[in-house]
């Protein structure tokens, strides 16, 4: 590793935990509806969405009736979206005049953005619409990432409240989290990519005479449209879809290192802010710094893996970029669930591709999704206590609630749904008679395109080894139901396990509770995601970037 | 649940519609108004207009095949290299034959083209970029195709590198990203010197 790989990557954490400080003590202020200079700007605004859902602010729900109303809202939201790209052909907003979306693949981009996972079984700009662009996948970029958002919030209030029959109001919780949150950062961020590159515009392609003409190419056409807008929230939201294919490889979606710098710090941003505010809202600080640290911890092996394997290797990367910049984004892409890529991580060295892969395995919560990363993590620090108090003999505790039989039921199968997908998926495409023509690369290294397709989808994270081939009728219906899973199999476990934690009374802290705020905790924390994690991956690891490294140069 | 799901279409049907509005038109309305008023050069695509005509936009890299131009990165986009309309990267594996065939038949050709140069090829001119759009090349890389240039265009060797060494861009700050040298931007200095 360079010196000035180095100095960038220790530059970029502390920029991060700057940034995340600050914004994670404004996310508390805006669920705990404090936030007074933000209301007094955008309050009409929120209170009149209100009045037009029918909704008022103050009415709160059970675990279910919000379990009920977010999957309506997804739903619906799936369904808009899968429309849209059917029958954009008809519509305006399509200067390129791209055809209709194949259904399958259709069903699998519904699904990927709806989900929170981005994954693109497509090329962007050979694909979609500037209106399918806009009105369908960015929409789902901000709802999906508010609804993550939301189920943190309410596993939140179920910690804090005692004797509660209520979690929240999801409609509440989704216009705060898009008002107050998405969309001034996403202005904010897109307004600056523009000045450094980006382009924001409604026409189509603009047109060049080359240089030099070669042979029967003396044009190039470039594909132009609102890309900043985009660009800024996929980053933001943990979305990660890109408006072009190389996504932000791309010189359109990442211009100058600059970008890079702000792109990759939107990336982790609200992720890592969430721990604070789950530490203000607790009224527990150290428990945010707890967490934090825990997932720093777990990101901070694979970053050095990746960074040291990647130094020399230029295979699908940009040179303004360079090594350093890439291997952290792709550590970064990969802790947050987020899934946009600078480098083709398909070029990876059998190591440097590991990295990435693991981090998604480990189930997205070393930072993960925005809301879904932190609810993750404490559907681990749930089995974590579990294991400490049956170590020492005790009722396990956290924040003061008693960690009982269902809670375990539900964080055991919240953690194990991805990890079955991933591997049922992984197993399922081995037999399939797509995946030898779908593989771009012989050997070990096609089977990892395969485990890595799986880990992604099954972790809504959207990253791809991108030599395969993914727009089949296998790959999209099986990746689709994958994402699908993966996403609210985990949420609705995690709203009843708020529905019970509300309920419960909350005790004081005595000598024989386990502090979840310090060290010792930490290690347990950590310890528990990465047993889970090896237990669960290391033989499919074995047969796919393990063996490729053994395998040596064919 | 029948209860909870009736009671829940209202407000998931206008939610859904509201944010549609907001953040699928409002948002990049917002976004495209203020980058087309104060950014409308880098909103509309960075584009390098001479003479009246577009010649290519800053930020996206162009093929040159001719001795007398530097080369740009090898570009994996489908159906001819660097077609900005459809971005990729090759995504072959570090281990996959093909793609050690693919680098030793890029030297070769580097070689070819420049007999009597023996320094080491710069990796970034043998493989492909992620984008396969790449604009810019390594300094080093730029230095290595000096000779060629200089000889096929029959310029003195060091006005060739002074130019060269006048388009490489540091570092952002001297920490961001890496010294690089925009080959397009380049190849039109050095048809202006003429």
């Given at each position: 590793?360079?010196g000035?790989?180095?100095?960038?990557?220790?530059?970029?954490?502390?920029?991060?935990?700057?940034?995340?400080?600050?914004?994670?003590?404004?996310?508390?202020?805006?669920?705990?509806?404090?936030?007074?200079?933000?209301?007094?700007?955008?309050?009409?605004?929120?209170?009149?969405?209100?009045?037009?859902?029918?909704?008022?602010?103050?009415?709160?729900?059970?675990?279910?009736?919000?379990?009920?109303?977010?999957?309506?809202?997804?739903?619906?939201?799936l369904?808009?979206?899968f429309?849209?790209?059917?029958?954009?052909?008809?519509?305006?907003?399509?200067?390129?005049?791209l055809?209709?979306?194949?259904?399958?693949?259709?069903w699998?981009?519904?699904?990927?953005?709806?989900?929170?996972?981005?994954?693109?079984?497509?090329?962007g700009?050979?694909?979609?619409s500037?209106?399918?662009?806009?009105?369908?996948?960015?929409?789902?970029?901000?709802?999906?990432?508010?609804?993550?958002?939301?189920?943190?919030?309410?596993?939140?209030?179920?910690?804090?409240?005692r004797?509660a029959?209520?979690?929240?109001?999801?409609?509440?919780?989704?216009?705060?989290?898009?008002?107050?949150?998405?969309?001034?950062?996403?202005?904010?961020?897109a307004?600056?990519l523009?000045?450094r590159?980006?382009?924001?515009?409604?026409?189509?392609?603009?047109?060049?005479?080359?240089?030099?003409p070669?042979?029967?190419?003396?044009?190039?056409?470039?594909?132009?449209?609102?890309?900043?807008?985009?660009?800024a929230?996929?980053?933001?939201?943990?979305?990660?879809?890109?408006?072009y294919?190389?996504?932000?490889?791309?010189?359109?979606?990442?211009?100058?290192?600059?970008?890079?710098?702000?792109?990759?710090?939107?990336?982790?941003?609200?992720?890592?802010?969430?721990?604070?505010?789950?530490?203000?809202?607790v009224?527990?600080?150290?428990?945010?710094?707890?967490?934090?640290?825990?997932?720093?911890?777990?990101?901070?092996?694979?970053?050095?893996?990746?960074?040291?394997?990647?130094?020399?290797?230029?295979?699908?990367?940009?040179?303004?970029?360079?090594?350093?910049?890439?291997?952290?984004?792709?550590?970064?892409?990969?802790?947050?669930?987020?899934?946009?890529?600078?480098?083709?991580?398909?070029s990876?060295?059998?190591?440097?591709g590991?990295?990435?892969?693991?981090?998604?395995?480990?189930?997205?919560?070393?930072?993960?999704?925005?809301?879904?990363?932190?609810?993750?993590?404490?559907?681990?620090?749930?089995v974590?206590?579990?294991?400490?108090?049956?170590?020492?003999?005790?009722?396990?505790?956290?924040?003061?609630?008693?960690?009982?039989?269902f809670?375990?039921?539900?964080?055991?199968?919240?953690?194990?749904?991805?990890?079955?997908?991933?591997l049922?998926?992984t197993?399922?495409?081995?037999?399939?008679g797509?995946?030898?023509?779908?593989?771009?690369?012989?050997?070990?290294?096609?089977?990892?395109e395969?485990?890595?397709?799986?880990?992604?989808?099954a972790?809504?994270?959207?990253?791809?080894?991108a030599?395969?081939?993914?727009?089949?009728?296998?790959?999209?219906?099986?990746?689709?139901?994958?994402?699908?899973?993966?996403?609210?199999?985990?949420?609705?476990?995690?709203?009843?396990?708020?529905?019970?934690l509300?309920?419960?009374?909350?005790?004081?802290?005595?000598?024989?509770?386990?502090?979840?705020d310090?060290?010792?905790?930490?290690?347990?924390?950590?310890?528990?995601?990465?047993?889970?994690?090896a237990?669960?991956f290391?033989?499919?690891?074995?047969?796919?970037?393990?063996?490729?490294?053994?395998?040596?140069?064919? | 649940?029948?209860?909870?799901?009736?009671?829940?279409?209202?407000?998931?049907?206008?939610?859904?519609?509201?944010?549609?509005?907001?953040?699928?038109?409002?948002?990049?309305?917002?976004?495209?108004?203020?980058?087309?008023?104060?950014?409308?050069?880098?909103?509309?695509?960075?584009?390098?207009?001479?003479d009246?005509?577009?010649?290519?936009?800053?930020?996206?890299?162009?093929?040159?095949?001719?001795?007398?131009?530097f080369?740009s990165?090898?570009?994996?986009?489908?159906?001819?290299?660097y077609?900005?309309?459809?971005?990729?990267?090759?995504?072959?594996?570090v281990?996959?034959?093909?793609?050690?065939?693919?680098?030793?038949?890029?030297?070769?050709e580097?070689?070819?083209a420049?007999?009597?140069?023996?320094?080491?090829?710069?990796?970034?001119?043998?493989?492909?970029?992620?984008?396969?759009?790449d604009?810019?090349?390594?300094?080093?890389?730029?230095?290595?195709?000096?000779?060629?240039?200089?000889?096929a265009?029959?310029?003195?060797?060091?006005?060739?590198?002074?130019?060269?060494?006048?388009?490489?861009?540091?570092?952002?700050?001297?920490i961001?990203?890496?010294?690089r040298?925009?080959?397009?931007?380049?190849?039109?200095?050095?048809?202006?010197?003429?």
């Amino acid at each position: 590793m360079s010196g000035a790989g180095l100095t960038q990557i220790v530059v970029y954490w502390l920029a991060l935990l700057l940034l995340a400080l600050p914004l994670g003590a404004y996310m508390a202020r805006v669920y705990e509806g404090r936030a007074t200079f933000a209301q007094r700007v955008l309050g009409p605004i929120e209170r009149a969405l209100y009045r037009m859902f029918g909704v008022r602010a103050g009415a709160e729900h059970g675990w279910r009736r919000y379990a009920v109303a977010l999957m309506l809202f997804n739903v619906l939201g799936l369904v808009l979206v899968f429309l849209l790209q059917r029958v954009q052909l008809w519509l305006p907003g399509n200067p390129n005049d791209l055809p209709n979306v194949p259904p399958q693949v259709a069903w699998n981009t519904a699904t990927s953005f709806a989900t929170n996972t981005n994954w693109q079984a497509y090329g962007g700009e050979t694909t979609m619409s500037h209106l399918t662009q806009a009105l369908a996948l960015g929409v789902q970029n901000f709802v999906s990432a508010a609804t993550g958002m939301a189920v943190l919030v309410a596993v939140v209030r179920g910690f804090t409240r005692r004797h509660a029959e209520h979690v929240g109001n999801f409609w509440v919780d989704l216009t705060r989290s898009t008002l107050y949150i998405l969309l001034p950062l996403s202005i904010l961020l897109a307004i600056l990519l523009v000045a450094r590159g980006v382009p924001m515009t409604t026409g189509g392609h603009a047109t060049a005479h080359l240089l030099q003409p070669a042979g029967h190419v003396d044009e190039q056409h470039l594909a132009l449209g609102p890309v900043a807008s985009q660009i800024a929230i996929k980053q933001l939201g943990t979305n990660g879809g890109g408006f072009y294919n190389a996504n932000s490889a791309h010189p359109f979606e990442n211009p100058t290192p600059l970008t890079n710098f702000f792109e990759c710090l939107a990336l982790l941003l609200i992720p890592a802010a969430l721990c604070f505010t789950f530490g203000a809202l607790v009224k527990n600080r150290r428990q945010g710094w707890g967490l934090f640290v825990a997932m720093f911890v777990l990101v901070l092996p694979f970053l050095i893996l990746a960074v040291h394997q990647e130094a020399g290797n230029m295979e699908g990367k940009e040179v303004r970029l360079g090594e350093s910049a890439s291997a952290l984004w792709a550590t970064a892409t990969t802790a947050a669930s987020n899934g946009s890529v600078n480098s083709m991580h398909d070029s990876y060295t059998p190591l440097g591709g590991l990295a990435p892969m693991v981090l998604m395995q480990l189930g997205e919560v070393a930072f993960g999704g925005v809301g879904s990363g932190l609810y993750g993590m404490l559907m681990f620090a749930i089995v974590a206590v579990f294991i400490s108090g049956l170590m020492v003999g005790r009722t396990p505790e956290l924040l003061g609630k008693k960690i009982e039989a269902f809670e375990m039921k539900m964080a055991t199968l919240a953690i194990l749904v991805p990890c079955l997908a991933t591997l049922a998926g992984t197993a399922l495409a081995c037999v399939a008679g797509e995946t030898p023509g779908a593989l771009a690369n012989p050997g070990p290294h096609g089977f990892s395109e395969v485990l890595y397709a799986f880990s992604s989808q099954a972790n809504n994270n959207g990253s791809a080894f991108a030599g395969l081939t993914a727009s089949g009728d296998f790959y999209t219906t099986a990746g689709g139901i994958c994402m699908w899973v993966a996403r609210y199999w985990i949420i609705i476990p995690v709203l009843a396990i708020a529905g019970s934690l509300a309920r419960k009374k909350t005790i004081p802290a005595s000598a024989g509770t386990l502090p979840t705020d310090g060290p010792l905790f930490v290690v347990l924390l950590v310890g528990t995601v990465l047993l889970v994690g090896a237990l669960t991956f290391v033989p499919a690891l074995a047969l796919g970037p393990i063996a490729e490294q053994l395998g040596g140069a064919p | 649940m029948t209860k909870d799901l009736l009671a829940s279409l209202r407000p998931a049907a206008v939610a859904l519609l509201a944010f549609t509005v907001l953040t699928g038109v409002v948002y990049p309305a917002i976004v495209l108004a203020v980058g087309q008023a104060a950014f409308s050069h880098t909103a509309n695509g960075s584009l390098v207009v001479e003479d009246g005509r577009v010649v290519g936009s800053e930020l996206i890299g162009q093929p040159f095949t001719e001795p007398r131009y530097f080369w740009s990165r090898p570009s994996a986009t489908a159906p001819f290299a660097y077609n900005a309309m459809a971005s990729a990267g090759a995504n072959l594996a570090v281990s996959n034959p093909a793609r050690r065939e693919a680098v030793a038949q890029r030297v070769a050709e580097l070689r070819a083209a420049d007999p009597g140069n023996t320094d080491p090829v710069p990796l970034d001119l043998v493989t492909a970029s992620g984008s396969g759009l790449d604009p810019d090349i390594s300094p080093a890389a730029a230095r290595f195709q000096v000779g060629r240039v200089a000889r096929a265009r029959g310029l003195p060797l060091e006005r060739v590198r002074a130019l060269v060494d006048a388009h490489v861009q540091g570092r952002t700050s001297g920490i961001l990203g890496e010294p690089r040298v925009n080959v397009a931007a380049l190849n039109r200095a050095l048809d202006a010197l003429r």
